[in-house]
């Protein structure tokens, strides 16, 4: 085999703007008339586009050769469905990314050597846990000689550009997010480089506004009324609620109001013109806060967050008290735009649309036991396969018992997980930390207590899993992962083995959607198992399913 330079692989051509893009057809064509690389690798970049192209289904001759046109088929393309291996999917995306890179479109700089700066910089990764990442960013900044202490927050910006534009990564949003929280621990770590910290970006707060920025007048009103709804509220205060809202209920109403000054602001407002809670609701801005969430709802002119209505309406119940005009057209309107109860959304209707093959169910319920019987042989699991097997058992208690993600993440081994002996290991979760209130209380069948046990034992090198700690710890000491990163996890390890999109919330209804057409009669079980406080509302949940069953065929 003959050996091909990296150097070999820079811009062919220097066309920019002064010719079409090509197809990946043209592309093709353009490989095999390169007399500057090998025809090994001719054979590979030419194969790999055919390949990808007849994968993805898109024509060859027609589809243009850019970045764009293939992230949104890759983002929902699971190798496993055509039998391919992720390694081997790599070295297909790889190649077919050199290509567009090197034919296509080749703007991007030559590779140069490090200077002794980033040099530094790398010789601290070699041990770091962000090293694959930050590596990758490393020679970024390097290519366009940028230097270290150079790197700020418009430096990610810049580079989230580069990855949703000239890289085949489906979810640059994530990978920046990643990249400053191992940018800023590095800092932190390594004080005598003399990196910036960086701030990174929050695909949450895409359009909420920050609260610093808000009138003092405005802010100071804010707390006030959300303290007079919580634990806090004076005892013989005569609005306060006569059941306190719990402290995540209240960050919910405080990321509604920032939603709600974001949408304004958007529009054109001038933040520091609203001084009171009562500016928010004059019928112009209630009609573009409204209309905003309608148009971004799943189901078409309706509101699926039942937040938004519910927090307006408490707002002005605060602002308006004797107002009983205003609050009657907003209890009309909030009917009027709220999506029906039980009604399943366009997406997750989608992706339970999967499971009407019974053998798709089958394939997510197998799962875990596959990777276990596939790691049992392994003398000492890599931190791959350690991330394998946790994806596996987080799906496997959701198997068992389809709990909210955020009481998933946050399991802790001694507080709520219970393990003593040779007894049945038992899961708590008490009442106060259940979104419904409803406290579960259950002992894990032996099968999920001995994976569970499995874990524990072939992980704790990696992830010092240990009584007192947290289930899935983060990667911040004595924290455990977030919801988000639990889900996302899952979601990829399911896509990545078996070619299913699922969502942790989804799994409540899969569960539910599985026993309830095996046992139909069984309807207080399925309430017991979702935790909710009355049998009308799984009763509800399962009607909607069926609903949807039925609209579909």
Not at 355 to 372: C, K, S
Request: proline share 6%; aromatic share 6%.
């Amino acid at each position: 085999m003959t050996a091909h330079s990296p150097q070999s692989d820079l811009p062919l051509f220097d066309f920019v703007g002064t010719r079409p893009t090509p197809t990946f057809g043209e592309v093709v064509r353009l490989i095999e008339q390169d007399q500057a690389i090998s025809a090994n690798r001719k054979r590979n970049l030419a194969s790999s586009i055919r390949r990808l192209c007849r994968m993805l289904g898109l024509p060859l001759k027609s589809t243009p050769a850019t970045f764009d046109a293939l992230r949104p088929k890759l983002a929902r393309f699971a190798p496993s469905s055509v039998r391919m291996t992720e390694k081997r999917f790599r070295t297909v995306r790889s190649d077919v990314s050199a290509a567009i890179k090197r034919y296509a479109d080749p703007i991007d700089p030559p590779p140069r050597p490090l200077t002794a700066e980033w040099r530094s910089v790398k010789q601290r990764l070699s041990a770091f846990e962000g090293r694959v990442s930050l590596g990758r960013f490393v020679s970024w900044c390097n290519d366009r000689s940028l230097s270290p202490r150079c790197v700020d927050t418009n430096t990610l910006s810049d580079f989230r550009r580069h990855l949703e534009h000239r890289t085949l990564k489906t979810s640059p949003q994530r990978q920046v997010r990643e990249l400053a929280r191992h940018w800023n621990k590095l800092a932190d770590e390594a004080p005598d480089l003399g990196l910036q910290p960086v701030e990174p970006p929050s695909a949450q707060d895409a359009y909420a506004v920050h609260l610093k920025d808000c009138d003092p007048g405005f802010l100071e009103e804010l707390e006030a009324w959300l303290t007079g709804l919580s634990k806090d509220a004076d005892l013989f205060d005569q609005t306060a609620p006569v059941r306190p809202l719990k402290d995540s209920s209240i960050g919910s109403y405080r990321f509604k109001v920032r939603q709600f000054l974001g949408i304004l602001v958007r529009d054109g407002e001038e933040l520091r013109t609203f001084t009171r809670l009562a500016d928010l609701l004059t019928e112009p801005r209630l009609r573009k806060i409204i209309g905003f969430f309608q148009d971004r709802g799943a189901v078409k002119g309706k509101i699926t967050d039942s937040n938004v209505m519910h927090v307006l309406r408490r707002i002005t119940s605060h602002c308006y008290p004797d107002d009983r005009d205003l609050a009657e057209r907003l209890r009309r309107a909030s009917g009027r735009v709220s999506a029906p109860r039980g009604h399943m959304g366009e997406r997750p209707a989608k992706l339970l649309h999967q499971f009407d093959d019974q053998g798709a169910f089958d394939r997510l319920l197998l799962l875990p036991v596959q990777v276990l019987t596939e790691l049992a042989d392994v003398e000492r699991l890599s931190r791959k396969q350690a991330l394998d097997l946790q994806s596996a058992l987080a799906l496997e208690l959701l198997l068992i018992r389809p709990i909210r993600r955020k009481n998933l993440a946050s399991l802790r081994l001694g507080i709520h997980v219970h393990i003593a002996g040779d007894r049945p290991v038992r899961i708590r979760l008490p009442s106060e930390e259940v979104k419904n209130g409803v406290e579960h209380d259950y002992t894990l069948p032996a099968p999920t207590a001995d994976m569970l046990k499995t874990y524990l034992e072939r992980t704790c090198h990696i992830f010092g899993t240990a009584s007192g700690q947290y289930l899935f710890p983060g990667t911040r000491s004595g924290a455990h992962k977030s919801p988000e990163a639990v889900t996302r996890q899952i979601q990829k390890f399911v896509h990545r083995r078996t070619g299913l999109q699922i969502t942790v919330h989804l799994m409540r209804q899969i569960t539910t959607r599985f026993y309830l057409s095996h046992r139909p009669a069984e309807m207080e079980t399925a309430r017991q198992l979702l935790g909710h406080r009355s049998l009308e509302t799984t009763a509800r949940a399962y009607v909607g399913l069926r609903n949807q069953q039925a609209v579909e065929h």
